[in-house]
């Protein structure tokens, strides 16, 4: 294993935070690398439209988003490192990056590896992702104006997602394993009053049938396993979401969730490591504004690098 | 003048960050006008090649990034209003808005009229701009890799992006009308160690020079108004900004310069108006930070109106 010269920054994810970390990175002549672990383009890659990314085609596929992606870091020469970072240390004020293949030293990090939202596990879901299946309403929700949609979940995040679909979709179910939701009181409130919003409560989802997209779900009830079929166009699976953080454990302060907490100049409770898009604590997990925390989050490392901001 | 009823939200802006808002606003199912008065794209229109938005091509142009965002418009069949707001005014918890042409009231505004780079107002200026003359080194600094620049200010800003574009280009040239710089001593103190940056006090700019890009300046000595002629590739002006918000003065709380204080989730001093974009007192004026804060703006008003906030 060789021991490469210090570079001034490390990024690692290369979905779209990341890369746009990266562009920036570049763009300021700071010296860095950029790892990613599977297929550039991160989440991305499970979405089938992007309609709310302003400057690209509505309809776009995420697989088109993330080829566009590729091609930004190709024409500015960047060739991100195809291998999974395993540990990380900090030590004498440097990053300490270990992969199965090498060790890197760095001066500085960002963190941009994503969050995964957690899934059901169950027939017909991998297959009609983005085919009816979704984990996002704010991304997805339009393409299901005056159709039947539900919501799986009982938190706070399905009780959010199934207000916002209620102003958009005919009809929303709200599918969930207990025989109360876990959302806050005021949200409850909300659900309740929505003559559009119906509760199926002690009921899982055994499978979702449709062949180029969804059309029902198979219920089952939780108490006496009775099957029930239930016709729609949408499913949102709101059950969590997972940040790929568990390398950060113990070295950086991270919420309840496992989510890094940052600074408004996305500066986590390292001085040397910075965070930007799903993997951080935030309150919008969106494409546009996890591309905007890349461009920060390098900004940001320019100025702890050089000194000075770059104001405009 | 007609009275149409209260729609939920008003935007006043069409440059990228009120696109965005407009996007996510629509998507959130909320009623709302989005007013421009000039031409759709806002400062977008002065960019040459934009090659630092996470996946748009590299090389795209000012204009057609405006046309891709008019496309978004028109595919959420939003129309912009082609009016320009005279005034406003906060009255039974709505906002007024009146324009030549008519009276409009709203529930809550999102501003977005963004920001305008002051000009040297000399010959060359405005047809060599996007051909060399540029008001953004973070933007176009890199175009000028290994080439001679001149950076026209003595601010801070001035200053910060000398030393920015010291890293990238082989030679600075750092041009101010006084006898020092205005700039922050630290600045100044790393302007002077930068063997690539030559200051020269004293001087304006008459003229700057060339036909299909910038060859030159011609400036001029403010004491003897000799002349002299400066060879370069590149002239970042860096004289100031001026915010386009003269119509929130006395209504909202702005900073000395005109910029619009806003909270995180970019709140203006006004519980009914949020502020996204140039328009705003922010660190980093980018086209991606600006298309991020429209849609944060948009889903601040959305928790606003409806109660809750939509969380992924």
Known sequence: MSQARVKELAIIGAGIAGVSAAIYAKRSGLEFDIFESKALGGQLLLMENIDNYAGIPAGTKGFELSEALSRNLSGLDIEPINQEIL?????????????????????????????????????????????????????????????????????????????????????????????????????????????????????????????????????????????????????????????????????????????????????TSSPLIWACGDCRKRPLKQLITAASEGAIASLSVYKHLRGHYISA
């Open 87 to 267: 540990s990380i240390k900090i030590d004498k004020d440097l990053i300490w990056l270990k992969s199965q293949e090498n060790n890197y030293t760095y001066k500085t990090l960002i963190i941009a590896t994503g969050a995964t939202f957690r899934r059901l596990d169950v027939p017909g879901e991998s297959q009609l992702t983005g085919k009816g299946v979704s984990y996002c309403a704010v991304c997805d929700g339009f393409f299901f104006k005056g159709k039947t949609v539900a919501v799986i979940g009982g938190g706070n995040t399905a009780a959010e997602e199934a207000l916002y679909l209620s102003d958009v979709a005919e009809k929303v179910f709200l599918v969930h394993r207990r025989d109360q939701l876990r959302a806050l009181g005021y949200l409850q409130k909300e659900i309740f009053a929505k003559k559009n919003i119906e509760i199926i409560f002690g009921h899982v989802v055994e499978k979702v049938n449709g062949t180029t997209k969804v059309d029902s779900l198979i219920l089952s009830n939780i108490k006496n396993g009775e099957k029930k079929p239930l016709s729609l166009q949408g499913v949102f699976i709101a059950i969590g979401i997972t940040p790929a953080t568990s390398l950060f454990s113990g070295l950086l302060d991270l919420d309840d969730s496992g989510f890094i907490l940052t600074d408004e100049f996305l500066q």
